[in-house]
């Protein structure tokens, strides 16, 4: 076994000074009825050829599809250097950086994340990541009910991702904090709904996503000061890549803003593993849970970086910690970290440009085949929703067929379709071209 | 050696109280700056919040450790002391003076519960 | 030379510098951005850097050099399991056919990825002796979370709701009254007796009907098989509560017994320490949870079930604890993990628990007169020593930690489990040759004469890092931590 180091020779000299005669003997405390004695009912040993045959069939069993599809998860360009900068070693084989002398790699990285998420975000800080853009969201829901103290109820807005909200409506759940919703009108958030919701003077926090679940940039104005006004933080989950465009959370007001980051590059990999952002007003920063990467000077004067405020955190706090959070994403923070860096200000404007018109493109070649409408009339970015004549799943099968991923049904009736700068106009042509040979 | 002031009151989790007319400062004694180490931070309450005997009312935090607070008397918080925001290394300077919040007793004979400093100085074993 | 490298990526910005290639636009001139509503659109400008493709690789090619990592050295890191992390693994989970996959592909599109995840469910479930596994949850403390609300549910469903304490040992990782702190249960803490395991006789007066369960590792945090697990679990389930079992040791019994088989209902693997995965400077890795026969329904949805016909598709159950991810977890995750228990095979599988133990023991007996061995006799996949053997030197657990980077290993495990001052806790982990680890006793050797001969050169260790000794005062009292913070 190509892992295993030991020879027979090792075993017996190992043995000897640890005092057994045999492997068994390491185990003799063990009482006889807990030990495993048979076979396990798990494949034989495979080589690596044997490996490479097995996972390429497998691949083959999934579809490689042109993706249209999107609701939290697209396709996006990945520059070429980032996987092989992954990949090295000394980043890739790394534990959690507490032993600041050996880690400055990944903790340099850190820091330079969460610089640039707060330049995203236009927050004052970040921490070190989360899991995903789901969990990121819980984090934030439970910040604020530690902020308010004594409010143990949050508003969500119903046109936030569902798969956002359910995340964050289990880890409410167990906490005794009470979700409820923030109806929707026309496609976005009803701000006197929210105004009504908000006067009982106990909500801890408002969370909202930009742009919603439809693809929606939804007009914010007001609503800090409303919720502010009664005391209650503002959640905004948002999406980094529209970022280089879209105002951000603390252009808006936001206390805390959070949302995946996939949309930075990241490969889908069939759902993971993506990288969550958590990020708030300075105000607020002993609230934040998980790593935080700080600069400092080492004994020499050296510029050097390390984790802080520790002291918020699992390993000390134990039970009285603000969250269970033990590591972060690193690696996917590494991943989006070189993805900013190449990208710039200006291409990830460039992006946006490309999904942009590319999304507005399809929506109206769509809505001129006169077999869809828009389901809303408001303004979106790279996603929008579509109400079809014929059923949404007979357009999916008829595109399936064709090799491309059409969207995300959300209704019998409804599609969401997703366009990035990784679609061009011939594909986009090719899916309209279907739908309008659909009888 | 820690220093003990006399006249004060002592607790068990290492807060003291001095006791002005209706007023009780509250904060943490030498021998438990000394144990945290450099502190850091200091989560202090807001004015106008209760605080009741025996209850956590914030933390002080040093680079890799945090210690509950715990008040030794009950009554409403009037002031928290703001300096500490800035610089809560002047509990390691003197943690006497820099007293974490001023608290308007609502049963000033709680203070009878607590050590003097004598009693303090035996329980720390100096 | 390349170690001094200290540049920030934003110091190396230049404006008008591109790393990007993108396509041309065609559709620009009729659709873009700018002609959204004013009040949507960003004022201020985002300070990202300009550089070219060229400075991002060396940057952070360098930055890479101020690494350690398992690919570099010996990781006695207790608890943390850092064992080698097999390339081919890498290399799988990187397949354009499963990278490219969109989460919301129709399941009939999707069938090599679920059959990926179901088989490795599949055959943890074989491993650990439980009957089901979710594999959604993202991380160790994710799993423990999750499992925690799995056992939660448990007796709210069955009407019972007075049950809202769990039991944790005061050896147990923070995580652990974390987890259940945010599962909103409150935490007993049962004593250790001074071999460091659960004592029974402080176990049974806790065990009433306010308590959901006990949280479990074993072997335990010092290393030390937990014999009386199966008194201990019929206790536990006599008074109605549940054993969780945490994974963050699994690596110590791997092939010679079973989590399931102990008596536990519910438990985590950490898919990065037992499986290989590597931990990527701190994530992402994988949890997946596990339960007992009869806890099936109330693992997290989505779940991944197999049809009669051999088709597998995407379920979900109302009974079910919740919705924990955004999908299926940190699949990439799974495909390395996966590859890993085919590369090993039945065979190997059975081999990884005595080689790790065989590594750790004979790490021990050999430095046993150097370091204070608290707990005597054999130990699992780890154990602990509380510091120097001689006490008088002055020298602490920081200090040789710090000084062994001077000499190219990771420190090990420090000042955890609380239960003594000084702990230094050692994990070899089976990767590890015999001859790794006799370089690294005669280096641990050496630094106890140090600590003797020379305590000053180990009181101010490391010597010849990257850095030295980091002043994390003024970082957490003036905490700088964006490049924005920094300029001032």
């Known amino acids: 076994m190509k892992y295993f180091p030991h020879t027979q020779q090792d075993i017996e000299q190992m043995l000897a000074v640890a005092g057994v005669k045999s492997l068994d003997g390491l185990f003799g405390e063990i009482p006889q009825q807990l030990l495993f004695d048979r076979e396990f009912a798990l494949p034989e040993a495979m080589s690596e050829a044997e490996i490479r045959k097995f996972f390429e069939a497998l691949g083959k069993r999934n579809g490689d599809l042109v993706c249209f599809a999107g609701a939290g998860v697209e396709d996006h360009y990945s520059p070429s250097v980032i996987a092989p900068i992954l990949s090295r070693g000394e980043f890739l084989t790394a534990y959690t950086p507490y032993q600041p002398e050996i880690s400055q790699g990944t903790l340099q990285y850190i820091f330079e994340y969460q610089s640039m998420i707060c330049e995203l975000t236009g927050m004052d800080v970040t921490n070190a990541s989360m899991y995903d853009g789901t969990t990121a969201t819980a984090e934030a829901m439970m910040m604020c009910v530690s902020i308010a103290k004594k409010r143990n109820r949050v508003l969500v807005s119903a046109t936030m991702d569902p798969k956002v909200r359910r995340v964050v409506e289990t880890y409410a759940k167990y906490q005794g904090v009470t979700v409820d919703l923030i109806a929707e009108k026309d496609g976005v958030t009803d701000l006197t709904d929210l105004e009504s919701k908000l006067a009982a003077d106990d909500v801890a926090g408002v969370i909202l996503a930009q742009p919603n679940f439809y693809g929606i940039v939804e007009d914010y104005t007001g609503v800090a000061d409303m919720c502010h006004a009664r005391k209650a933080q503002l959640v905004m989950n948002v999406k980094p890549s529209t970022l280089a465009v879209l105002k951000t959370p603390a252009e808006w007001g936001a206390d805390i803003a959070c949302g995946d980051a996939q949309s930075l590059g990241i490969p889908m990999t069939y759902g993971g593993p993506y990288v969550g952002f958590l990020a708030c007003v300075n105000a607020h920063v002993r609230k934040l849970p998980g790593r935080i990467v700080g600069a400092t000077t080492d004994v020499d004067g050296k510029r050097a970086f390390v984790l802080t405020l520790q002291a918020r955190e699992q390993h000390i706090r134990r039970e009285k910690a603000n969250s269970n959070i033990c590591s972060n994403q690193s690696l996917m923070a590494l991943y989006v970290t070189i993805y900013m860096s190449v990208m710039g200000h200006k291409g990830l404007k460039e992006a946006c440009c490309l999904s942009y018109s590319g999304a507005h493109y399809l929506a109206e070649q769509l809505v001129a085949t006169g077999k869809c409408s828009m389901v809303h009339d408001k303004p979106f970015f790279n996603e929008f929703a579509v109400r079809t004549t014929v059923p949404a799943a007979k357009v999916q099968e008829a595109l399936l067929a064709a090799g491309i991923l059409g969207g995300v049904r959300i209704a019998d009736d409804t599609l969401l379709l997703c366009v990035t700068e990784q679609r061009t106009k011939e594909e986009i042509d090719t899916l309209v071209s279907i739908v309008n040979n659909i009888q | ?126 | 030379m390349i170690r001094n490298y200290d540049k920030l990526i934003f110091e190396l910005s230049k404006e008008g510098r591109v790393g990007y290639s993108l396509p041309k636009n065609e559709l620009k001139e009729k659709y873009c951005p700018c002609q959204l509503p004013a009040a949507l659109k960003r004022e201020s400008k985002p300070e990202l850097p300009e550089v070219t493709e060229f400075d991002v690789v060396r940057h952070y090619t360098n930055l890479s050099n101020k690494n350690f990592g398992v690919d570099t050295g010996f990781y006695p890191l207790g608890s943390c399991t850092m064992k080698y992390n097999p390339r081919l693994n890498e290399e799988i989970s990187a397949l354009p056919s499963f990278a490219r996959l969109h989460p919301a592909t129709p399941v009939e599109a999707a069938q090599g990825a679920l059959e990926v995840y179901y088989n490795l469910a599949a055959s943890l479930a074989e491993i650990s002796g439980l009957a089901a596994f979710t594999l959604n949850p993202y991380a160790g403390a994710h799993g423990e979370l999750t499992g925690l609300m799995i056992m939660r549910s448990y007796h709210l469903q069955r009407g019972d709701s007075k049950r809202t304490k769990v039991i944790v040992p005061d050896s147990a990782h923070g995580t652990n009254p974390a987890s259940a702190a945010v599962c909103g249960l409150e935490i007993v803490e049962v004593k250790s007796t001074p071999n460091g395991t659960v004592d029974v006789e402080d176990l049974k007066p806790l065990l009433d009907d306010t308590i959901a369960g006990i949280m479990m590792t074993n072997p335990n945090t010092l290393g030390i098989f937990e014999t009386e697990i199966p008194e201990i679990a019929r206790l536990v389930h006599e008074c109605g509560g549940l054993l969780y079992y945490d994974g963050a040791n699994l690596n110590a019994v791997l092939g010679k017994c079973r989590p399931g088989d102990m008596g536990f209902d519910i438990m985590h693997i950490n898919l990065h320490k037992t499986f290989s995965t590597p931990h990527g400077g701190g994530g992402p890795g994988d949890g997946p949870v596990g339960v007992r026969a009869g806890l099936e329904k109330l693992l997290p949805n989505p779940q991944v079930k197999k049809d009669a016909a051999g088709k597998f598709y995407i379920d979900t159950d109302e009974a079910s604890a919740g919705y924990v991810s955004n999908f299926l977890g940190n699949f990439g995750v799974l495909l390395r993990a996966y590859t890993y228990i085919l590369t090993l095979g039945r065979e190997n599988v059975k081999m990884v628990g005595p080689l790790a133990v065989l590594n750790a023991n004979y790490v021990k007996e050999s430095l046993k007169d150097d370091y204070y061995l608290p707990i005597e006799g054999i130990c699992k996949h780890e154990f602990v020593f509380d510091g120097l053997a001689d006490k008088s030197t002055g020298v602490t657990t920081l200090d040789i930690a710090k000084r062994l980077l001077d000499y190219g290993y990771h420190a090990p495990t420090i000042y955890f489990p609380l239960l003594f001052h000084q702990s230094i806790m050692i994990e070899p982990t089976e990767t590890e040759s015999k001859e790794t680890l006799d370089e690294f006793i005669a280096v641990m050797k050496k630094v106890a004469k140090e600590a003797i001969g020379n305590p000053d050169i180990v009181k101010s260790a490391p010597h010849s890092t990257p850095v030295r000794r980091l002043d994390e005062t003024t970082a957490a009292r003036f905490p700088k931590t964006t490049y924005r913070q920094l300029k001032g």
């Open chain 2, 1 to 126: 050696m820690s220093t003990i002031l006399e006249g004060l009151y002592y607790a068990e989790s290492h807060e003291y109280v001095k006791v002005e007319g209706e007023f009780g400062y509250v904060g943490i004694t030498d021998y438990a700056q000394h144990e945290l180490g450099n502190v850091v931070y200091v989560d202090m309450p807001e004015v106008d919040d209760e605080v009741t005997a025996g209850e956590n009312f914030g933390a002080v935090e040093s680079v890799k450790a945090a210690s509950d607070l715990i008040s030794p008397v009950s009554g409403t918080v009037v002031e928290v002391n703001e300096a500490l925001n800035d610089n809560p290394e002047l509990v390691n300077s003197d943690p006497y003076a820099n007293w974490i919040i001023k608290v308007q007793l609502s049963d000033p004979a709680e203070v009878e519960n607590l050590m003097d400093a004598a009693a303090y100085k035996a329980a720390i074993g100096e």
